[in-house]
């Protein structure tokens, strides 16, 4: 198979979809490997790098678009990029498309084949090429808090760890899960006192034997979350219901009743966020103020420490990559229902309930697809 990777064009986006070895591993499998020159640079990785490894480097994204079976990027195709891909072919990517009609409509038209690393499940009940970076936005949430709380980024003036004699930052963090549990870690570690809130007994159950004694865990109802929201310092959005798009946990109205200054990192952003007043915005302009609290909405924030989120994304997409490579997208989907579950969109239909119902869509079944 021709397998083919741009340079991300998101802002800010430093990441890459493939690495040296991931093309390697590709290249002795017996697959052509395109990349686009410079597209690893952002990630520490040279064009000669996947020269050595065996690909071929383009020029141009066009031409990777145009002479590849299959694409492989990081971040959901920009509007630029879709007008690139066409009927017959396989992109392999991050999607999340419940909250972003027109890249749907897009994808839809394209005719292409399309696979969201976000809805790829595994035997455990997890998501295997989501979880790579959840667990660095997740340690990344309380670092970027911090800095949000400081006076002079519009923040209460609250440091995490508190000094001898003054109390910590009060952090509460919505949603145990991957992103969860790595920002509960890391905001324990920084001194805060942390809360974190889940709608899953069995999950809190999880954290509190894994974790009890570092930080706090709280049933997640509606009352609860406000009340423990209205104390905190420091509120991390980190809810998924997979595919889907968020539930909105804090109105509007209810910032009025948050303290002054407080500062919000909604994770949960690319699947729509889940404060109503969240939009995505990006690490060159990643902070603004609605009612006096502070809202971070990055969308990509892996990005931000691009050697260490593709060395750890392509860890997890490499086994899918080869797959899909090795024995086409249907075959491979066949032999593995999880990677089925990534279909989202084929030939022109919907293949995602979740995606479907947000965006008031028709769906039909990806065993239904698979078979077309
Ligand atoms: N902004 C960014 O750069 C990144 C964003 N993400 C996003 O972060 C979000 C979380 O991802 P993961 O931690 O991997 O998901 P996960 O599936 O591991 O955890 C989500 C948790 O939310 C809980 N939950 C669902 N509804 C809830 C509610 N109403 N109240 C409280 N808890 C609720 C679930 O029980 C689950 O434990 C996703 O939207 C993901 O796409 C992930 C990586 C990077
Ligand atoms: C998960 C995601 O959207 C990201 O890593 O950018
Ligand atoms: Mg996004």
């Given at each position: 198979?021709?397998?083919?990777?741009?340079?991300?064009?998101?802002?800010?986006?430093?990441?890459?979809?493939?690495?040296?070895?991931?093309?390697?591993?590709?290249?002795?499998?017996?697959?052509?490997?395109l990349i686009e020159t410079n597209a690893g640079a952002g990630a520490g990785f040279e064009d000669a790098d996947y020269t050595a490894a065996g690909a071929q480097v383009l020029e141009t994204a066009a031409?990777?678009?145009?002479?590849?079976?299959?694409?492989?990027?990081?971040?959901?195709?920009?509007?630029?990029?879709?007008?690139?891909?066409?009927?017959?072919?396989?992109?392999?990517?991050?999607?999340?498309?419940?909250?972003?009609?027109?890249?749907?409509?897009?994808?839809?038209?394209?005719?292409?084949?399309?696979?969201?690393?976000?809805?790829?499940?595994?035997?455990?009940?997890?998501?295997?090429?989501?979880?790579?970076?959840?667990?660095?936005?997740?340690?990344?949430?309380?670092?970027?808090?911090?800095?949000?709380?400081?006076?002079?980024?519009?923040?209460?003036?609250?440091?995490?760890?508190?000094?001898?004699?003054?109390?910590?930052?009060?952090?509460?963090?919505?949603?145990?899960?991957?992103?969860?549990?790595?920002?509960?870690?890391?905001?324990?570690?920084?001194?805060?006192?942390?809360?974190?809130?889940?709608?899953?007994?069995?999950?809190?159950?999880?954290?509190?034997?894994?974790?009890?004694?570092?930080?706090?865990?709280?049933?997640?109802?509606?009352?609860?979350?406000?009340?423990?929201?209205?104390?905190?310092?420091?509120?991390?959005?980190?809810?998924?219901?997979?595919?889907?798009?968020?539930?909105?946990?804090?109105?509007?109205?209810?910032?009025?009743?948050?303290?002054?200054?407080?500062?919000?990192?909604?994770?949960?952003?690319?699947?729509?966020?889940?404060?109503?007043?969240?939009?995505?915005?990006?690490?060159?302009?990643?902070?603004?103020?609605?009612?006096?609290?502070?809202?971070?909405?990055?969308?990509?924030?892996?990005?931000?420490?691009?050697?260490?989120?593709?060395?750890?994304?392509?860890?997890?997409?490499?086994?899918?990559?080869?797959?899909?490579?090795?024995?086409?997208?249907?075959?491979?989907?066949?032999?593995?229902?999880?990677?089925?579950?990534?279909?989202?969109?084929?030939?022109?239909?919907?293949?995602?309930?979740?995606?479907?119902?947000?965006?008031?869509?028709?769906?039909?079944?990806?065993?239904?697809?698979?078979?077309?």
């Amino acid at each position: 198979m021709i397998i083919g990777c741009p340079k991300e064009i998101k802002p800010q986006e430093f990441r890459v979809g493939l690495t040296p070895n991931a093309a390697r591993e590709a290249v002795s499998h017996g697959h052509r490997v395109l990349i686009e020159t410079n597209a690893g640079a952002g990630a520490g990785f040279e064009d000669a790098d996947y020269t050595a490894a065996g690909a071929q480097v383009l020029e141009t994204a066009a031409e990777i678009f145009a002479t590849a079976e299959m694409i492989v990027k990081v971040k959901e195709p920009q509007a630029g990029e879709r007008k690139m891909l066409r009927a017959g072919q396989v992109l392999f990517t991050y999607l999340h498309l419940a909250p972003d009609p027109d890249q749907t409509h897009d994808l839809l038209a394209s005719g292409a084949t399309c696979i969201a690393y976000e809805t790829v499940t595994d035997a455990q009940g997890g998501l295997p090429l989501l979880a790579p970076m959840s667990e660095v936005a997740g340690r990344l949430a309380p670092q970027v808090g911090a800095w949000t709380l400081q006076k002079a980024n519009g923040g209460r003036g609250v440091l995490m760890g508190g000094v001898p004699g003054v109390g910590p930052a009060r952090v509460v963090v919505i949603g145990g899960g991957v992103v969860g549990t790595h920002a509960a870690r890391i905001a324990a570690g920084m001194g805060a006192d942390v809360t974190v809130l889940d709608r899953s007994l069995a999950r809190l159950r999880y954290l509190d034997d894994v974790f009890g004694g570092q930080f706090k865990t709280s049933y997640a109802s509606a009352g609860n979350t406000l009340e423990l929201a209205q104390a905190a310092d420091l509120i991390i959005g980190a809810v998924l219901i997979p595919g889907a798009a968020a539930p909105k946990l804090i109105s509007r109205a209810q910032l009025a009743t948050l303290k002054p200054g407080a500062a919000l990192v909604d994770v949960a952003i690319d699947q729509g966020g889940c404060f109503e007043t969240s939009k995505a915005t990006t690490h060159s302009d990643p902070v603004y103020d609605v009612d006096g609290i502070m809202h971070y909405c990055v969308a990509n924030m892996p990005g931000a420490v691009a050697r260490t989120s593709t060395i750890a994304l392509g860890n997890a997409t490499m086994p899918f990559m080869l797959a899909l490579a090795d024995k086409g997208w249907r075959q491979a989907c066949i032999d593995d229902p999880h990677l089925l579950n990534g279909l989202n969109v084929h030939a022109g239909q919907l293949t995602y309930y979740a995606v479907g119902k947000a965006l008031g869509l028709d769906v039909i079944s990806p065993t239904v697809a698979i078979r077309q």
